[in-house]
Nanobody, 125 residues
Framework: QVQLVESGGGLVQPGGSLSLSCAAS????????MAWYRQAPGKTREMVAG???????DYADSVKGRFTISRDNAKNTIYLQMNSLKPEDTAVYYC???????????????????WGQGTQVTVSS
């Protein structure tokens, strides 16, 4: 079994930056595609950014140029650097992982076997 543990998040003013981390433990050595999702109040969960085990990356249009996803396979950890944050980025952010070696752009939400507990990101003045 794999556990995903997120850290980071919090309250930041518009235009500010935050960094999230997600560490996979347990049987995590064979993790394939991983991603960050978010869910705002009253909205459906949406993919923010995804990264394959080989480093192929995909972003939601709403965060391109502002967010950066990265991965350290040796540590079984992915990161999300969020810059130029906007109030509409406010949401609970979830880490997702799968053993399947897929491109993030071809990985629907339902494929991810493992999910973190979520971390709140609030962008407000």
């Amino acid at each position: 079994q794999v556990q995903l543990v997120e850290s980071g998040g919090g309250l930041v003013q518009p235009g500010g930056s935050l960094s999230l981390s997600c560490a996979a433990s347990g049987s995590a050595s064979s993790m394939g595609v991983m991603a960050w999702y978010r869910q705002a109040p009253g909205k459906t969960r949406e993919m923010v950014a995804g990264i394959s085990s080989g480093g192929t990356i995909d972003y939601a249009d709403s965060v391109k140029g502002r967010f950066t996803i990265s991965r350290d396979n040796a540590k079984n950890t992915i990161y999300l650097q969020m810059n130029s944050l906007k109030p509409e980025d406010t949401a609970v952010y979830y880490c997702a992982g799968s053993h399947r070696r897929l491109s993030p752009s071809r990985t629907p939400q339902s494929v991810y076997e493992y999910w973190g507990q979520g971390t709140q990101v609030t962008v407000s003045s």
